[in-house]
Nanobody
Framework: QVQLVESGGGLVQAGGSLRLSCADT????????LGWFRQAPGKEREFVAA????????SYADSVMGRFTISRDNAKITMSLQMNSLKPEDTSVYYC????????????????WGQGTQVTVSS
């Protein structure tokens, strides 16, 4: 079973960068599509980015396209989200997720969630 643990959140000024990481302590990572969602206070959880199980296909929300990059290393059982040119509206709790496919991920059909990591962008 996939057991996801995020790290790398924090406080950054607008225009800065952060890198989030997600590790699978269950070591079953490689057979899943992986992705990131975020949830701001008072808002619904929203899709951010996804990557196919082999890493050959990626998908992004329009709001982060060109600023965020998702990647994975199945040998190291880790996934990352490089976030550049951060904006105050990127402030959220970010969740790592695993799903059967990228389309399923984008529809919110998620097999496993991480516990979340806070990202705060100050203006």
């Amino acid at each position: 079973q996939v057991q996801l643990v995020e790290s790398g959140g924090g406080l950054v000024q607008a225009g800065g960068s952060l890198r989030l990481s997600c590790a699978d302590t269950g070591r079953t990572f490689s057979s899943y599509a992986l992705g990131w969602f975020r949830q701001a206070p008072g808002k619904e959880r929203e899709f951010v980015a996804a990557i196919s199980w082999r890493g050959g296909a990626t998908s992004y929300a329009d709001s982060v396209m060109g600023r965020f990059t998702i990647s994975r290393d199945n040998a190291k059982i880790t996934m990352s989200l490089q976030m550049n040119s951060l904006k105050p509206e990127d402030t959220s709790v970010y969740y790592c997720a695993a799903a059967s496919s990228t389309p399923a991920m984008k529809q919110g059909v998620v097999a496993s969630w991480g516990q979340g990591t806070q990202v705060t962008v100050s203006s």
